[in-house]
């Protein structure tokens, strides 16, 4: 699914109303019917209905909403903030309407002190500002969004299209933004919805559709993607019924080291849960027994060194492997960071690099030089900042992941939430599988090892960055939903990754 900017869905806007044809008026209908039948299905009649409108066409869509639920026997109060001398003309015309059929439940507010009273079970609906947001809020606006977010433990509040305040494309980071329950957002998610640093704001978000139109989004490119099932069916790859093991692929994988070999398991058990045809781990000589009573079915190679793998690179071009994966556990010793860059230098093709492997392209700058065009790249936000540097805000850090992953022609994804993919020719996809019960030691380590069996199967680099991601996430749902959030582990996301394959494409 595309992710367009606030230009972009006014184009959208405009060009369904061109070529549908339809009227800007009935458009608006359109929106803010699909609002009020939400709203309807999740509240009764008896709660008093406070709804906030600024003067743009978000506004307008208040006013819609207000008319609709009256006429649906709602206690409907309307509220205009007069931010603004000139309203759009979609607004006037809507207002026009509502004050012929209700004149006495409007209200037009100039200041704070002009904030009603809400009765005990009354919801808040923002229709302040939406994708129209041309610049942070001040002033006495800003203190009516202060007063909406200081009601957020009293009543529900649900935002049209976006929080007031919240930015489609640009940070928002320090702006007075309201603080919504629930977000009823058309057509499309916005990026603001995707970044930690809004956390606060949007709530659950839903999308309605209005049917803008589909030329229009199919002909409009754009650089910004939010994963769906749809496209994970186009990728995936129903395995042959004339396969051998060979079929599938050889993959190595560097992991583990004295203390942290838990994290060579549980990615060579995610590896091989994967599809892979056949796994081989390069452990450490203190690895070795761990990995082959813990994991059967993959095969170690033994490292000269005790505690940590220091001699990986050894004969890696002519032993026939698909794919490598390195970095779970491994430590950051100089001797790692040394057969690290030889490995490189001698593979030459896209491999999986996580966790202290990137710590030590950190440690070592030059390296990141040599990685193999086309590897994925794993970090978490803290190994980000270690590769890449700080930045001032989401936005910032965003441009910068698509920047490096441009320059150094790779594939680089930044963990989250909602977890970002940015590819060589530019594009980012967002992930919107998985749940705060992945916030657990070595659910990292089993992506690497879903990563790494994926591209030794000979999906292309980004094929297995888009369904690796989309996988592991889902099938982290799938043990959340059997288990809890709390209860489950890394190894329940390996678990579920079976139903993630059945289920969640
Ligand atoms: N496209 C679609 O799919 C559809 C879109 N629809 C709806 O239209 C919405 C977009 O409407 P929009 O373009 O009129 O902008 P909107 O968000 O109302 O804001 C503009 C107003 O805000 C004001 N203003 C801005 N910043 C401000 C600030 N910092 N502080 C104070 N004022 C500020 C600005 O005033 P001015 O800058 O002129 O002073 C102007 O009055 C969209 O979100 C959706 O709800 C649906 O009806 C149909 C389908
Ligand atoms: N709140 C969340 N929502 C969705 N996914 C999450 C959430 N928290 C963590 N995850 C996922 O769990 C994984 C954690 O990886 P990482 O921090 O590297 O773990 P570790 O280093 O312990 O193995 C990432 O893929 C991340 O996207
Ligand atoms: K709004």
Known sequence: MKIFSAAQIREADAFTIA????????????????????????????????????????????????RLMLGHGYDVHTCILQHSSKASPDHEHQLRTLQQLHPTGIYTIGDVSDFPELPPNAII???????????????????????????????????????????????????????AHTTLSFEFYKLAFLLPENAPY???????????????????????????????????????????????GHALLIAGSYGKM????????????????????????????????SEPAAMCITDEDAHYSTHFHKGISSAG??????????????????????LMDAWQRPMVIDADALNLLSVYPYLLYKVPKGSLLTPHPKEFERLFG??????????????????????????????AIACPDGAVYFNHTGNPGMATGGSGDVLTGILTGLLAQEYTPK????????????????????????AMTASDIISSLGNAFREGI
């Open 262 to 293: 838990g994290a060579a398991v549980l990615s060579a058990r995610a590896c091989l849960r994967a599809g892979v045809g056949l796994l081989t781990c390069h452990v450490p000589q203190c690895g070795t027994q761990i990995m082959q009573i």
């Open 463 to 486: 094929a297995a960055m888009l369904l690796g991601v989309w996988l592991h996430g889902y099938a982290g749902d799938l043990a959340a939903a059997q288990l809890s959030q709390e």
């Open 390 to 419: 700080k930045t001032a805000n989401d936005i910032a850090r965003l441009e910068l992941l698509s920047k490096k992953a441009v320059e150094l022609q790779l594939y680089i994804l930044l963990k989250g939430r909602y977890t």
């Open 19 to 66: 070529h549908e044809p339809i009227s800007s008026t009935h458009l608006m209908e359109r929106a803010a019917g699909q609002c009020a039948a939400w709203l309807e299905d999740h509240y009764s009649p008896s709660h008093p209905v406070y709804i906030f409108c600024g003067k743009g066409n978000n506004g307008g869509d208040g006013l819609v909403i207000a």
């Open 202 to 248: 949007a709530g659950d978000v839903h999308i309605l559709p209005i049917g803008l139109h589909p030329d229009y989004i199919t002909q409009t490119p754009a650089r910004y993607h939010l994963s769906d099932r749809e496209m994970m069916r186009t990728i995936y790859r129903p395995r042959d019924p004339f396969a051998h093991k060979g079929t599938y």
């Open 321 to 342: 492997y698909k794919a490598i994966g390195i970095g779970p556990g491994i430590d950051k010793q100089p001797g790692t960071a040394k057969s690290l860059e030889m």
């Open 125 to 179: 609906i923002d229709a302040i500002f939406g994708t129209g947001m041309s610049r942070p809020v001040d002033g006495w606006v800003a203190g009516i969004i202060h007063l909406i977010n200081d009601q957020r433990h009293k009543h529900p509040i649900i935002a049209i299209d976006m929080p007031s305040g919240l930015m489609a494309d640009e940070s928002s980071v320090h702006n007075p933004v309201v603080q």
